[in-house]
């Protein structure tokens, strides 16, 4: 990758230009790549950042749609909590990156976005293409999911807006921030030196923390519990933040749930973690769990008040449930008037105002070193034990969804994987998620089409890990946004991905199907304007196009464990590689396994 992209030498010059201050406020402040697609109304920002700053730190991440560069920060956040900039031109670019930016929102990522727009000034409007890309206010396209949006009107405003944008998208609950520059004052020549300060000065503040009588009550809780439950949500990628949780876990003596939502926050194979990971449907195994607890504590647990609500009988707002319910998350301050994204609204005990990790990290300290006995028996054969051994067949033209599922989970065995994206169906009995980068979430906004851009920039952001960075992709997700992965072959970033391909609209399928039975007409009829076929779309040769080495369809369970064993040694040569790996259309079951403990 150090070999892309590599500028001439700039000749020396007593020129600086109010997009030159911009690119060094961005260097300071460690953002190590600029994903973008390229623009009119940056072009002086870009100029700076290859012949001002050399293409290095920040490094330029090229993309063919402004929805991939920003799926590759939020990608990128995801694997390491840390943000990228992101390019966006004009006003067209925003609207095209709109979606993608309200996914990041409700992944709660962070990544600092730097738009611009033509003149402001009218007079230096050049005809009809600036007033096109003009907008009186661009950031109401916008705001209603970033933190915070701004348009200075200076260069010297613009280094406050891009460290203001830094400091609050760092600063915990995450969420992107929105910069608008004038190309004028981008490009215009500066008649003295204007200062990019010490970036230091300028951070995010620690997580907050609650306060000691908190801690002090639920440990008592917990101390007195024989059934505690701990729900962790939405936690970080720290090992040390993992290793804590870990002995929480261990010296309480809960039960430990995590979704895959969001990414691994505790190990699946762990003898506390009773049951597969949580999924979309709250399984009987879930709710039988939960109706033991006598405590539950929430770890900034994604939709709690819903998730509590469909694991019991009761309504969750009009008669919540018995239990004591602790809850620590900062997400309150990103609920507003416009996004529902905040969820229901959930009956809590004792609400902590604190970051996740923090509140963990509190609670161990608070606890002490002796371990509490509960009544949930962890000695007993673990669940994945019953994982089955057998095949459960192929089908006429594609494998059992169970079968790829585990065939795919094997890749871990022997090596460190990070698997960037499940599908939808994805049996959750056939995640192993055991280090914080084993899984790296859902789309918090439900979106399709992002998938591969999230892959690319998990890849970015671990291409030395000496991890397999693996999406597995739904083929509606792929081929709405297929492109995204030239930028890793590109790149040169090693990448695995396998889409669980069943030529339809699947999950929309099931939609069609329900409406149609609550009218009394035909359910045979559900495929219609759903079904990817006549003709059946080449994955291949589209990610072939994109510089990816790729094979299938692959329709049977032993070429599937052939092609993964290809496409693994590709990667791990550097390579990126696709498979097309047709499974049933359906949704796994979880092989029948039972709660252990």
């Not at 520059?181 to 503040?205: C, K």
């Amino acid at each position: 990758m150090d070999k892309i992209e590599r500028p001439v030498a700039s000749a020396a010059s007593d020129q600086v230009f109010g997009s030159d201050v911009i690119a060094q406020t961005v260097q300071a402040l460690d953002l190590p790549y600029f994903a973008m697609v390229p623009g009119s109304s940056f072009r002086g920002l870009h100029d700076s950042l290859v012949n001002h700053l050399g293409n290095e730190n920040p490094r330029i991440v090229l993309c063919l749609h402004e929805e991939h560069a920003v799926a590759i920060a939020d990608g990128y956040a995801r694997a390491t909590d840390l943000p990228i900039a992101v390019g966006l031109h004009a006003n067209v670019g925003l609207m095209h990156a709109a979606m993608p930016i309200y996914n990041a929102w409700c992944d709660r990522v962070p990544m600092v976005i730097i738009g611009a727009t033509g003149p402001v000034d009218a007079h230096r409007r050049r005809p009809w293409i600036d007033w096109v890309h003009t907008s009186r206010d661009q950031g109401a396209l916008v705001r209603n999911y970033v933190k915070w949006d701004d348009q200075p009107a200076s260069t010297e405003a613009g280094v406050e807006s891009i460290l203001r944008a830094h400091q609050i998208t760092t600063t915990l609950p995450y969420g992107p921030t929105y910069v608008c520059l004038d190309v004028t004052s981008q490009e215009e020549e500066l008649a003295g030196p204007i200062a990019v300060p010490d970036v230091r000065r300028y951070a995010a503040a620690p997580a907050p923390v609650a306060p000691q009588e908190t801690i002090d009550r639920v440990a008592s809780l917990l101390r007195r519990s024989q059934r505690p439950v701990f729900l962790f949500g939405r936690m970080s990628r720290s090992t040390e933040d993992w290793e804590c949780r870990v002995a929480l876990a261990e010296r309480s003596g809960a039960a430990v749930l995590t979704s895959i939502h969001n990414p691994a926050a505790f190990s699946t194979d762990h003898c506390q973690h009773l049951l597969p990971v949580c999924g979309e449907q709250r399984s009987e195994a879930e709710r039988i769990l939960l109706a033991q607890a006598d405590l539950i504590v929430s770890f900034d647990w994604m939709d709690l008040a819903g998730y509590l609500r469909s694991c019991t009988d009761f309504a969750q707002t009009q008669k919540p449930v018995a239990q004591t319910v602790v809850h620590a998350s900062l997400d309150t301050f990103l609920a507003n008037g416009w996004s529902m994204d905040h969820q229901a609204l959930a009956a809590v005990d004792v609400p902590a105002l604190a970051g996740p990790d923090a509140f963990a990290a509190q609670l161990l300290e608070t606890f002490g070193a002796e371990p509490h006995q509960t009544a949930w028996d962890f000695g007993g054969a673990h669940w994945t034990t019953y994982l089955p051994g057998a095949p459960l067949g192929d089908r006429a033209d594609c494998m059992a969804l169970g079968d790829f599922a585990l065939a795919v989970r094997a890749l871990s065995d022997e090596q460190a994987v990070t698997y960037v994206k499940l599908p939808l169906g994805w049996p959750r009995a056939a995640s192993r998620f055991n280090d914080p980068l084993a899984y790296l979430g859902k789309d918090g906004g439900g979106a399709v089409g992002i998938g591969p851009g999230t892959a690319v920039g998990a890849a970015l952001a671990l291409r030395n890990s000496g991890r397999l960075v693996t999406a597995v992709l739904g083929d509606g997700d792929t081929l709405m946004g297929i492109n995204a992965l030239w930028t890793a072959a590109h790149m040169r970033l090693p990448l695995l991905v396998i889409v669980a391909n069943n030529t339809s609209y699947f999950n929309d399928e099931l939609h069609q199907e329900r409406v149609a039975l609550r009218r009394g007409r035909p359910v045979e009829n559900r495929w219609i304007g759903q079904r990817l076929n006549q003709p059946e779309v080449d994955i291949v040769a589209m990610a072939r196009a994109q510089g990816f080495q790729a094979e299938g369809p692959v329709r049977k369970l032993a070429d599937l464990r052939a092609a993964l064993s290809r496409g693994a040694a590709a990667v791990a040569a550097g390579g990126c590689y696709l498979i097309d790996a047709r499974v049933e259309a359906g949704y796994a079951g979880d092989f029948g396994i039972k709660p252990s403990g």
